[in-house]
């Protein structure tokens, strides 16, 4: 996607023009809600309301329950030929490509991203996953197993039914892109739950559905907030499962909802406090700088992957320090996000600043140095900013170490060596990711057998293709997106035992 003829002029004038689709989207049409109540998207760039979203609750949720439920077993989906299916899903995705500029300034007004982040990054994410997931779709098999002449066994992999899906506010689109996709290629019809503070994005991403050819029905978007239109699908009886992409104390909720309810599957990927480790023996110490400084303060540090613990050797820390203080500098420019030259935009919300804001306190309190940021720059007051920001002298049983801050706040921790380095990075009840950069593989691989993260990266930071897991140990819960394990999160096995005798 060719992206440099792109200039803040164009992006403000587009966003001029933007059609904001404000309602649910249940069977295949835009409805209000039964009492017609709403709440406000904020643009956190400016403090200015975008427009006002229809708010669901258990009346919207049993209504798109009850179309999806009624799609599944029509078998319009769910039954409709494996390559027939692919073939919506394939321009579904292209449909998705073709609308990039708009589902970009829906997400970056939205939620404060670089536009250019969306173009980059989130647009062509999405567009992957639902491609990888489409080629899938006649490749999903059962199997037949060995057993005596007098029997016929088998195995069938199917649908669950009626899948809830909840994503989060930092990547609105391509975290539904990541659900969507193994969910729609099994089989199943969806109920999607934006986040209230970014819900833009999912109407559109619901038509073009239809529009690629997909039944009515099937792909339904419910707007509300977290504990009403999502606790509401959680507890539903005729939901089966629930994937679920954000806070460990909301994941926690869910797996409570389900076992009140039906006992639905539940998945879950929630918080990170991912340790990047740098070691001594790593001679290209400018590249491990640039990523540690990327792996943090990218998409503002709203990243569930974070490199917020940055663990380096003794030897090299000062050095460490210096090089990146002064990459920040280079790499990170705060600014407006439909500007192309912006690298870093505002906090989603308001009250996402103040949360931030109010750990940066507290790691001055615990006696952590501060090195730089720490704060709200003058000239962007009127948007939810904060700078980038360093503490040095930090020990892991800091506060600031130890919580997921979800803001562009990082800490560097001075450790011994590979044991004293894992020891610490383990220290978590956390466990997404962790990279480490070394030149010995025998660390690197104990560092890979060790670490109690479910995503490990060596000598690179947030690297990957669809074939990679995605997904945690610990308390960042139990989901696995993005690979073809991700499918099986999505159906069920049935036993199909014949008597030949």
């Known amino acids: 996607m060719d992206t440099s003829s792109y200039t803040r002029d164009f992006w403000h004038?587009?966003?001029?023009?933007?059609?904001?689709?404000?309602?649910?989207?249940?069977?295949?049409?835009?409805?209000?809600?039964?009492?017609c109540r709403s709440f406000a998207t904020v643009n956190p760039a400016t403090g200015q309301p975008l427009a006002q979203i229809a708010r669901g609750g258990m009346p919207e949720i049993d209504h798109a329950v009850a179309v999806a439920r009624k799609a599944f077993k029509s078998g319009v989906w769910s039954r409709m030929e494996p390559r027939a299916r692919m073939a919506v899903l394939e321009r579904f995705s292209a449909l998705v490509e073709a609308n990039a500029e708009e589902l970009a300034l829906l997400d970056s007004l939205d939620m404060g991203k670089p536009?250019?982040?969306?173009?980059?990054?989130?647009?062509?994410?999405?567009?992957?996953?639902?491609?990888?997931?489409?080629?899938?779709?006649?490749?999903?098999?059962?199997?037949?197993?060995?057993?005596?002449v007098t029997a016929l066994h088998y195995i069938l992999r199917q649908p669950l039914g009626v899948v809830g899906i909840i994503v989060p506010w930092n990547y609105p689109l391509m975290m539904a892109a990541w659900k969507l996709g193994p969910a729609l290629a099994t089989g199943n019809s969806v109920v999607l739950k934006p986040a209230e503070q970014s819900p833009l994005s999912a109407g559109l991403l619901a038509e073009l559905f239809i529009e690629a050819g997909g039944p009515a029905g099937v792909l339904n978007v419910v707007h509300g907030l977290g504990e009403e239109a999502g606790k509401a699908l959680a507890l539903h009886h005729d939901v089966d499962k629930?994937?679920?992409?954000?806070?460990?104390?909301?994941g926690k909720l869910l797996m409570i909802y389900a076992g009140q309810s039906n006992m639905k599957r539940v998945t879950t990927e929630c918080g990170g406090k991912t340790p990047q480790i740098v070691l001594a023996d790593y001679d290209d110490l400018d590249t491990a700088v640039t990523y540690a400084v990327n792996g943090i303060y990218g998409n503002q540090g709203e990243v569930c992957n974070a490199g917020s613990r940055i663990l380096v050797e003794k030897t090299i820390h000062d050095d460490f320090i210096e090089r990146f203080t002064m990459r920040t500098a280079q790499n990170f420019v705060l600014g407006d996000p439909l500007d192309p030259s912006t690298t870093i935009g505002?906090?989603?919300?308001?009250?996402h600043?103040?949360?931030?804001?109010?750990?940066i306190d507290i790691g001055r309190k615990e006696g952590a140095a501060l090195r730089f940021g720490g704060g709200v720059p003058n000239s962007f007051s009127a948007g939810a900013y904060v700078e980038p920001t360093l503490f040095t002298g930090v020990d892991n049983s800091m506060q600031i170490a130890r919580e997921e801050i979800f803001g562009p706040v990082a800490t560097i921790i001075p450790v011994d060596g590979i044991d004293d380095a894992i020891e610490i990075a383990n220290d978590t009840v956390y466990g997404l990711a962790a990279s480490?950069?070394?030149?010995?593989?025998?660390?690197?691989?104990?560092?890979?057998?060790?670490i109690e993260a479910g995503v490990v990266w060596v000598n690179c930071f947030d690297h990957g293709d669809m074939t990679s897991i995605w997904g945690g140990f610990k308390q960042t819960g139990n989901g696995r997106d993005k690979c073809l394990e991700a499918l099986t999160q999505y159906t069920q096995t049935k036993s199909v035992w014949i008597n030949l005798g």
Request: proline content about 3%; hydrophobic content about 45%.
């Open 13 to 35: 004038a587009r966003a001029k023009s933007l059609k904001f689709r404000v309602n649910h989207f249940i069977d295949g049409a835009y409805v209000p809600s039964a009492d």
């Open 115 to 148: 536009v250019m982040d969306m173009m980059n990054i989130d647009i062509p994410g999405s567009v992957t996953s639902l491609k990888f997931f489409a080629e899938t779709i006649d490749k999903i098999e059962g199997a037949v197993t060995s057993t005596a």
């Open 242 to 250: 629930i994937a679920f992409t954000g806070s460990t104390e909301v």
């Open 346 to 351: 505002p906090l989603v919300t308001a009250s």
């Open 353 to 359: 600043q103040k949360r931030v804001l109010n750990y």
């Open 436 to 450: 480490i950069w070394t030149r010995d593989v025998a660390k690197a691989h104990r560092f890979a057998r060790d």
